[in-house]
């Protein structure tokens, strides 16, 4: 049984509001770019919230005295205007920072109530061997604000609202796939835009990589057609009602 068709909510290329909560600047881009520019090809608006500061991402391409925060910013705007996203929102909280889901949970609860979005895309927190302690936190604080957004007992406001359905990426459990094949080169330049990050001497090996699982993604979508080639991207797409007491969420 298919819930989402059960109770007629949109595909996740149908929505037409989508608030994407990456835990550092450029999460997103590696998970969703090319989801996420077609989206907005299709007149989508895309928020983005990004959890923390970016701070222990520096790297050789850095110097060890330069205000990593600040140009994380400044990737991060960069990143956005590539794939076509109309809103950026820093919560700022220090990169691998001492913050607690529940810290998390109370910023998100409010933004999700004023943005009202059909869906929410975030990382996967049960991808088996994810060690990363934001990564794990977002994706769960995201996961229960899908639960709590409507519940004015425990945060009191006029203005309660239920996210109807919420997309992981960076899943092992995926089963939504989308072709982003067309939007390839643009992914790449989006995630590119992560200067700060990304395109030192091991960058070649990351690209190959990126493209090799996409690649894999899309042949195990497209197996009833041998030879099937092109680049896609997978997601995990849950209704709120899968996120709670429902053993069969991993297999939906
Ligand atoms: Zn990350």
Redesign the pocket.
């Known amino acids: 049984m298919n819930i989402a068709e059960v109770l007629g909510l949109p595909q996740l290329l149908q929505v037409k509001k989508i608030v994407c909560v990456?835990?550092?600047p450029?999460?997103n881009e590696?998970g969703a770019a090319g989801t996420l520019r077609e989206l907005a090809l299709r007149g989508c608006e895309i928020v983005y919230i990004t959890v923390t500061d970016g701070r222990a991402?520096g790297s050789s391409r850095v110097p060890q005295t330069a205000d990593i925060v600040q140009i994380r910013k400044k990737e991060r705007a960069e990143a956005g205007r590539i794939v076509g996203v109309s809103k950026q929102i820093a919560l700022d909280f220090p990169d691998m920072g001492d913050y607690t889901e529940q810290d998390l949970l109370a910023k998100l609860i409010p933004i999700i109530r004023e943005e009202r979005p059909d869906m929410l895309l975030t990382?996967d927190p049960w991808m088996p061997y994810e060690a990363?302690p934001?990564?794990i936190k977002t994706g769960k604080a995201v996961a229960a604000a899908m639960l709590f957004s409507a519940n004015t007992f425990l945060y009191p406001d006029a203005n309660p609202y239920t996210v109807p359905q919420i997309a992981f990426y960076a899943t092992a459990h995926p089963n939504t796939y989308i072709d982003v094949t067309p939007h390839w080169q643009r992914k790449i330049e989006a995630i590119l835009a992560h200067e700060s990050q990304f395109g030192d001497a091991q960058w070649p090996m990351l690209q190959m990589y990126l493209e090799y699982h996409a690649s894999q993604l899309y042949a195990t979508w497209k197996q009833a057609t041998p030879g099937a080639e092109g680049y896609a991207e997978a997601f995990k797409v849950l209704t709120g009602q899968q996120l709670h007491f429902f053993p069969a969420a991993l297999h939906s």
């Open positions: 990456e835990p550092h450029d999460d590696v991402g990382v990363h934001d990564h």
